[in-house]
Nanobody, 118 residues
Framework: QVQLVESGGGLVQAGGSLRLSCAASGTIFGGNSMGWYRRLPGKQRELVAT???????NYADSVKDRFTISRDNAKNTVYLQMNSLKPEDTAVYYC????????????WGQGTQVTVSS
């Protein structure tokens, strides 16, 4: 089992920045990915960005050039630096963890609210 604890959400004005963190604990093996998804009001959860344990990244087009995902493998922690935030980035952000091998199974954090005011 893998447990995820997120931190760093909050309220920010448009154009501002926030940094989300997510620490994974439990029994963790190599060959994994961590990432961030978000659920906008009234919509389904969508990909924001993922990063493999080897450092390969993937971003949603809507956040490229504004958000940066990174991770510290020694700490099993993933970060999301969000710059130039827009009101449409307002959502609940969820941390995810999954292995890059075997059947896909996602572990999820509890979610953290990010609100961007105009």
């Amino acid at each position: 089992q893998v447990q995820l604890v997120e931190s760093g959400g909050g309220l920010v004005q448009a154009g501002g920045s926030l940094r989300l963190s997510c620490a994974a604990s439990g029994t963790i093996f190599g060959g994994n990915s961590m990432g961030w998804y978000r659920r906008l009001p009234g919509k389904q959860r969508e990909l924001v960005a993922t990063i493999t344990s080897a450092g390969n990244t993937n971003y949603a087009d809507s956040v490229k050039d504004r958000f940066t995902i990174s991770r510290d493998n020694a700490k099993n922690t993933v970060y999301l630096q969000m710059n130039s935030l827009k009101p449409e980035d307002t959502a609940v952000y969820y941390c995810s963890f999954f292995y890059n091998w075997g059947p896909r199974r996602d572990y999820w954090g509890q979610g953290t609210q990010v609100t961007v005011s105009s």
